[in-house]
């Protein structure tokens, strides 16, 4: 770049736009309102999308991860995990999806399809997984380094005595 240059405006590198092929599209992250339909009721949610825009041919359309920013503000206002944090959850338990599956009694096709955000789990097993969580962190705390031990033989103990090595009766198993 040469001095005294402006800088580009656009957020990041430019893309290939989807719709003319030109290398002249941009992402940006516009906040859009939409129904979220609960009942009987219509909520409206925010949600932060992936939006992509062509400065070739002027048209603006949502990035394939848009559906997940809108599945992520429909879990965040039902206050149930996002299916990023089912997964963060699994990893920081080192579990597999076949491990919470059996450790919960949960289906696996279940938790399958969570993490992909095709269904959003229900209140009580949502708080299963965060039981889980939270009973499963506290059991995986490092627990103190027992004190080293050993006990003798009374074979040992014979052998060493003739010798006379120093011993600690209260070790040696009668
Ligand atoms: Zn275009």
């Known amino acids: 770049m040469k001095k005294g240059e402006q800088q580009p405006s656009a957020q990041g590198p430019m893309e290939d736009c989807a719709l003319c092929g030109e290398n002249a ?8 309102q939409f129904a979220y339909r609960e009942g009987t009721n219509e909520v409206l949610l925010n949600a932060d999308i992936p939006v992509i825009e062509c400065a070739a041919c002027g048209e603006t359309y949502t990035a394939e991860s848009a559906e997940e920013a809108q599945h992520d503000a429909v879990c965040r206002h039902l206050e ?12 920081r338990n080192g579990l597999t999806q076949a491990r919470l599956a059996e450790l919960t009694g949960i289906g696996i096709a279940s938790i399958k399809r969570w993490e992909a955000g095709n269904v959003i789990q229900n209140a009580a097993l949502d708080a299963a997984l965060r039981a889980l969580d939270a009973a499963h962190v506290k059991v995986t705390k490092p627990r ?10 009374q074979d040992t103990l014979r052998r060493a005595r003739s010798f006379d090595l120093r011993f600690f009766p209260e070790e040696v198993a009668a």
């Open 80 to 91: 149930r995990l996002t299916p990023d944090e089912i997964r963060a959850l699994r990893d």
């Open 144 to 153: 103190p380094v027992p004190r080293f031990r050993t006990t003798f033989s």
């Open 25 to 32: 599209a941009t992402q940006h992250i516009r906040t859009q």
